[in-house]
């Protein structure tokens, strides 16, 4: 049974950083895509990073609010995605939730949806305060 699990949230204040971690179990996702999305109070699920396995490497994508803030990686000896945010503002505040796809491809457009994920996790709370 897959399980993805996250953590890492937490209460912080305006420009400060948080380390979010997605721990994989069940399968191996090495060769798939992992993603972060988001989902503030009242707002549809948003996506925020993508991390997908090409023949040229690692390849990562970004909603355009959290370039250059944000950073997506992860660790396949471990099973783990993390998420590495900087300068967080307030409207960052939301769930931040991991998902995993069966897909192998690599497109940041269809990544940047719901529609290829096959797994999520149950999300962990950031909160960003000023």
């Known amino acids: 049974q897959v399980k993805l699990v996250e953590s890492g ?23 798939n895509a992992m993603a972060w999305f988001r989902q ?15 023949w040229r490497g690692e390849v990562t994508h970004y909603e355009d609010s959290v370039k250059e803030r944000f950073t997506i990686s992860r660790d396949n000896a ?11 503002k307030p409207e960052d505040t939301a ?4 998902a995993a796809t069966h897909w192998l491809g690599s497109s940041g457009e269809l990544l940047s949806t719901l529609d290829p994920y096959d ?3 149950q999300g962990t709370q950031v909160t960003v305060s000023s």
């Not at 503030?40 to 090409?54: D, L, M, N, Q, Y």
Request: proline share 2%.
């Open 95 to 98: 769930v931040y939730l991991c």
């Open 40 to 54: 503030a109070p009242g707002k549809e699920r948003a996506f925020v990073a993508a991390i997908s396995h090409t």
């Open 119 to 121: 797994y999520w996790g």
């Open 9 to 31: 949230g937490g209460l912080v204040q305006v420009g400060g950083s948080l380390r979010l971690s997605c721990i994989a179990s069940g399968r191996s996702f090495s060769e």
């Open 78 to 88: 471990k099973s783990t995605l993390y998420l590495d945010m900087n300068n967080l």
